[in-house]
Nanobody, 123 residues
Framework: QVQLVESGGGLVQAGGSLRLSCAASGRTFSSYSMGWFRQAPGKEREFVAAINWRGTSTYYADSVKDRFTISRDNAKNTVYLRMNSLKPEDTCVYYC????????????????WGQGTQVTVSS
C-alpha cells in the first residue's frame, strides 16, 4: 500500500512558476510509476504528466508540454512537478497517483491517490 501527500500548491501570477511535491510512504516507492492529474471546478479530472518507476520515461499532456516537468527522487520517495509559464487556465487542484506497473494517462490506470493541492494562477 502507498500513501501519497501532495504539497507546494499556492497562488502565483501568470507567467510564474511553482514546484509541486508528492511524498510517498512505504519502502517500495521505486516500484511504482507515478502520475499527476488536475481538476478544475465543475470539470473532470485530467491527465497532466507521468513518469516510470526508474524515471527514465516521461509523458505529458499537450496542454502542459514544454512548460511542466515531472521528475522523481526514489531515495526521497518523492515525485515532483515543476510548472513554469503558468497560465490562469492551469488553476486546478493537482493530484498525484501511483500504479505498480506501466504508467497510464487515465484515472483508472492508477491504484493510489493523494488528497490534492490547490494551484491558483492569477491573471
Amino acid at each position: 500500500q502507498v500513501q501519497l501527500v501532495e504539497s507546494g500548491g499556492g497562488l502565483v501570477q501568470a507567467g510564474g512558476s511553482l514546484r509541486l511535491s508528492c511524498a510517498a510512504s512505504g519502502r517500495t516507492f521505486s516500484s511504482y510509476s507515478m502520475g499527476w492529474f488536475r481538476q478544475a471546478p465543475g470539470k473532470e479530472r485530467e491527465f497532466v504528466a507521468a513518469i516510470n518507476w526508474r524515471g527514465t520515461s516521461t509523458y505529458y499532456a499537450d496542454s502542459v508540454k514544454d512548460r511542466f516537468t515531472i521528475s522523481r527522487d526514489n531515495a526521497k520517495n518523492t515525485v515532483y512537478l515543476r510548472m513554469n509559464s503558468l497560465k490562469p487556465e492551469d488553476t486546478c487542484v493537482y493530484y498525484c497517483a501511483a500504479v505498480r506497473q506501466v504508467f497510464s494517462t487515465v484515472e483508472a490506470g492508477y491504484d493510489y491517490w493523494g488528497q490534492g493541492t490547490q494551484v491558483t494562477v492569477s491573471s
